[in-house]
Structures are given as structure tokens and as C-alpha cells.
């Protein structure tokens, strides 16, 4: 080359070729972040090239391999019972609801854990029943026959406590006593049976409360009577509002208390005033029932007789006088009279009893 100044002029070269160069860069990010990358931003997985100038002034193609590492979920669904808390990484929570917890995995990024917690209640249930008499009732672990309130733990398929409360009602199984009364001839309608004999008969009803309940009938049959009543009545006494002074013969067709026919045959037995007439002789002097007569007298006495009537007795007194007889006897000396022998006068007094039973004085 000529210089400026009109000489020649060595030029040497020393040139160097700067290579150009192509490389792969892989990479990851977290999924949510962005990657800035050339004039770009990259958030989702992919191969991407850009071309470099390098500090040389050349081409340098770069391959970014990104790989973007998605979120970790995991979902918890938990139940627990009421009064009961569950343990959420440090977080004690006892209420139904959905909660987050942000974790950091292995590779950096963020761990989300979703609990799905549901809180079942402890149920309290009151439980009315009923049974018959001389049932059994299962309940819980028991046999109950009787009336009451009765509680039992038992769990729900969440696997929670349940309190029931069984309250417990025996409905009594009735037996009822019937006493009917039917006329001879008649029919009882007992159930679905006609009842024409007296006896004991049963049935079974179902009470509204479900359970047997026993009817027991006393059937009675009260049969046509022909009664006969014997009134005895003293001599016009009244009888039923009516005066009888004879035998009389009643009959009455009548309805007892059962509304059944009754024939009542009475018959009236009228008994006569009676009348006794006693006689009683006495003498002079004599005592009858400690009084002592004179002369004639007429007693009169009203006695009841075994019937409850009246009977008349008529005591006659006859009263007899008492006689004084003198009976002279010549005898001749030495003769016997009555089986002795006399030989002067005498006078002797004997006394002899009349038919009345006087006293008669024999000188």
C-alpha cells in the first residue's frame, strides 16, 4: 500500500474467525411463574430459540428447553364427629368448611393441600313406641317389657355416637266382663254368633291401640216363672189395698225386671175369728185362776192365736151351792148299821161329794 507520504506501506492482517455458536439451555420454572427469555416471556413448557450477539459480535443461537413444574394438589376429604377437631398442619379446626395450606415441594414450587372437612352432628333422637302386653321390645343390647323411657348409644355409618331415647309405652291388653240377660225364646247377638243357652262365652276384638282385647259374656236366661205366693190373712184383713173375709184365689201376668213374662199365682187364706166357749163348774166358795165365786160369772178373753188373728175365749162360771142333808136312823139296841153295832143314840157327821163335786154334809 502507499502511505500518505508516498511510500510504500506493509499492511499484515492478523485475522481471527470467531466461531458462531448454537447451544441448549433447559430450565424450569414453577407453574404461575413466567420466564423471561430473549425479547420473550415464557410460562408453559416448550423448547424456545433466540439468536444471541455474542461479546464477539456474533450469531449465537440459544435453545431454552423450559420445563415448568406444575402446582402439587392434594386433596383431603376428612370427616370427624362433633365435638371432635381435626389436626390440619398445625391448624386445630372443629367446623365443616374446605381449607388450604400452601407446602414447598421438592423442586421449590408450591404444594397446595385442599381439606374437605365435614363435621357430623351427634344426634340426640326421641323415639315413642308401642307394644301389647306380654310383648317384647328389642332395643340396643335389651329385651323390655314394661313401660319407660330406655337410652342406647348407637353409632351412625359416619361412625358418630347417636343417643336414642326410646320411650316405651305397653298398652294394656283389656279383658272386659259382660252380663247379659236374654227372656226364654230369645236370641243374644255375641259377636258374630247368636246365643240362645245361658253360659260363659269369649271373644277377641283388636283395641284401637292394635292390641287383642278379650270380651268374657255371663249369659243369663231368665225362663217364663209361675210363682205361687200363700198369703195367710185373719178375717178381713186387707191385703195389696183390698179387705178379705174369704179364701180367695188370685192370678196376675206380670213383667220382671228383666222384661221377661211371669205368671204370679197368689192365693189368699182368709182365717175365721175363732170363738172358744169353756164351762166351769165350781162350788160355792171355789177359787178359778185365784179368784174366788159365789155365784155364776162370764169371762172374756182375746187371745192371739199362731196365725197372728184373734181368738175370743168365753169362760161360763157356773157356781153350785153346797148342801146340808139330815138323815134319821131308829135302830134298835144292839142292831149293827153300816157294820156297827149302836146301843144309844149318836149323831155323826159325814160328808160326800155331789156330781158337781160339792160338799154334801150327812148327819
Known amino acids: 500500500m502507499t502511505a ?27 407453574f404461575g411463574e413466567n420466564y423471561a427469555f430473549g425479547n420473550g416471556t415464557f410460562s408453559t413448557s416448550g423448547t424456545y430459540s433466540f439468536t444471541f450477539s455474542t461479546i464477539n459480535g456474533c450469531d449465537s443461537l440459544v435453545h431454552l428447553i423450559l420445563e415448568v413444574d406444575s402446582a402439587i394438589t392434594t386433596n383431603l376429604v376428612e370427616e370427624i364427629c362433633d365435638g371432635e377437631s381435626y389436626n390440619f398442619n398445625g391448624e386445630i379446626i372443629s367446623t365443616t368448611g374446605q381449607y388450604i395450606d400452601t407446602l414447598t415441594a421438592a423442586n421449590n414450587c408450591d404444594s397446595f393441600v385442599m381439606l374437605d372437612l365435614t363435621v357430623y352432628p351427634l344426634y340426640e333422637i326421641f323415639h315413642p ?17 314394661t ?37 226364654e225364646g230369645e236370641t243374644y247377638k255375641f259377636g258374630s254368633n247368636g246365643l240362645t243357652q245361658a253360659g260363659i262365652y269369649t271373644d277377641s276384638l283388636t283395641a284401637i291401640s292394635g292390641c287383642d282385647s278379650l270380651i268374657v259374656l255371663n249369659l243369663t236366661v231368665i225362663e217364663s216363672t209361675n210363682e205361687t205366693i200363700n198369703v195367710d190373712l185373719c178375717y178381713g184383713e186387707f191385703y195389696q189395698g183390698s179387705a178379705y173375709y174369704q179364701t180367695s184365689y188370685l192370678n196376675q201376668y206380670l213383667t220382671n225386671i228383666y222384661g221377661c213374662d211371669s205368671i204370679v199365682n197368689t192365693n189368699i187364706y182368709v182365717s175365721l175369728e175363732e170363738e172358744t166357749v169353756f164351762e166351769i163348774d165350781l162350788c160355792e166358795g171355789e177359787s178359778f185362776e185365784n179368784i174366788t165365786y159365789t155365784q155364776d160369772a162370764i169371762l172374756v178373753d182375746s187371745l192371739i192365736t199362731i196365725n197372728g188373728c184373734d181368738s175370743i175365749i168365753i169362760t161360763n ?6 148342801y ?11 142292831t149293827p148299821y153300816q157294820g156297827i153295832v149302836y146301843q144309844n143314840d149318836t149323831i155323826f157327821i159325814d160328808n160326800f161329794q155331789s156330781e158337781w163335786g160339792l160338799s154334801l154334809i150327812h148327819i
Open 324 to 334: 146340808e142333808t139330815t138323815e134319821i136312823i131308829s135302830l134298835c139296841t144292839g
Open 147 to 183: 313401660s319407660g323411657t330406655y337410652s342406647y348409644t348407637f353409632q351412625t355409618m359416619n361412625g358418630c355416637d347417636s343417643l336414642v331415647h326410646l320411650e316405651l309405652i305397653v298398652n294394656d291388653t283389656f279383658i272386659v266382663n259382660l252380663e247379659a240377660f236374654i227372656c
Open 4 to 30: 500518505e507520504n508516498g511510500c510504500d506501506s506493509t499492511v499484515i492482517i492478523d485475522l481471527l474467525v470467531n466461531p458462531t455458536y448454537e447451544l441448549s439451555h433447559p430450565d424450569t420454572i414453577c
Open 317 to 322: 162360771i157356773n157356781v153350785h151351792p153346797n
Open 129 to 145: 313406641d308401642t307394644i301389647c302386653e306380654g310383648e317384647n321390645y328389642s332395643f340396643g343390647n335389651d329385651i323390655y317389657t
